[in-house]
T-cell receptor, first 111, second 114 residues
């Protein structure tokens, strides 16, 4: 079945880069999304990538996709305290309207 | 700004007392979704409306119902809330169900059961 996995916690110092990883199991053509959730709030769409792309960059965010290993990463450059949140990876595969969410990675940025 | 708005942000109800959560959108999107999110977990899809067509997930309890009177509004009704229904409820919208169309989430309603 479909499954999306993430590490639970990541701690970085302010100004450093953060790399949040995600692995997925479905090998069919797919869209992969990154969402940010701050405490007590909803999910904010950060970026997304289609499986025919290897990389997507948007300001401080870089998404890398390794299709062979079914591995997705989100790199946040110059991490700020305001980046502290839970980051969810989500997969959406061919023929379905549903997201398959990962468990979420809690990013803590130390000043 | 076009938005997905959920009211109220916090709702407290009594065990067994019906409660309604509301969601409105100014995006004019065709699809509206309701998710349940418990602490430290990923959101779980309860159901969605594609226009007026209601689509229930197989494992959504009968206790949860939804109404969509028009494009802009969607309601989540919990007929007899139990302690296990305490959670954050998230509403989301998308233009359609194509994979390329991302879902846009509201800020959620946190439901507490006394």
């Amino acid at each position: 079945g479909e499954d999306v996995e993430q590490s639970l916690f990541l701690s970085v110092r302010e100004g450093d880069s953060s790399v949040i990883n995600c692995t997925y199991t479905d090998s069919s053509s797919t869209y992969l999304y990154w969402y940010k959730q701050e405490p007590g709030a909803g999910l904010q769409l950060l970026t997304y990538i289609f499986s025919n792309m290897d990389m997507k960059q948007d300001q401080r965010l870089t998404v890398l996709l390794n299709k062979k290993d079914k591995h997705l990463s989100l790199r946040i450059a110059d991490t700020q305290t305001g980046d502290s949140a839970i980051y969810f990876c989500a997969e959406r595969t061919s023929g379905t309207y549903k997201y398959i969410f990962g468990t979420g990675t809690r990013l803590k940025v130390l000043a | 700004d076009a938005m997905v708005i959920q009211n109220p942000r916090y709702q407290v109800t009594q065990f067994g007392k019906p409660v309604t959560l509301s969601c409105s959108q100014t995006l004019n999107h065709n699809v509206m979704y309701w998710y349940q999110q418990k602490s430290s977990q990923a959101p779980k899809l309860l159901f969605h409306y594609y226009d007026k067509d209601f689509n229930n997930e197989a494992d959504t309890p009968d206790n949860f119902q939804s109404r969509r009177p028009n494009t802009s509004f969607c309601f989540l009704d919990i007929r007899s809330p139990g302690l296990g229904d305490a959670a954050m409820y998230l509403c989301a919208t998308s233009r359609n169900r194509e994979r390329v169309q991302p879902q846009h989430f509201g800020d959620g309603t946190r439901l507490s059961i006394l």
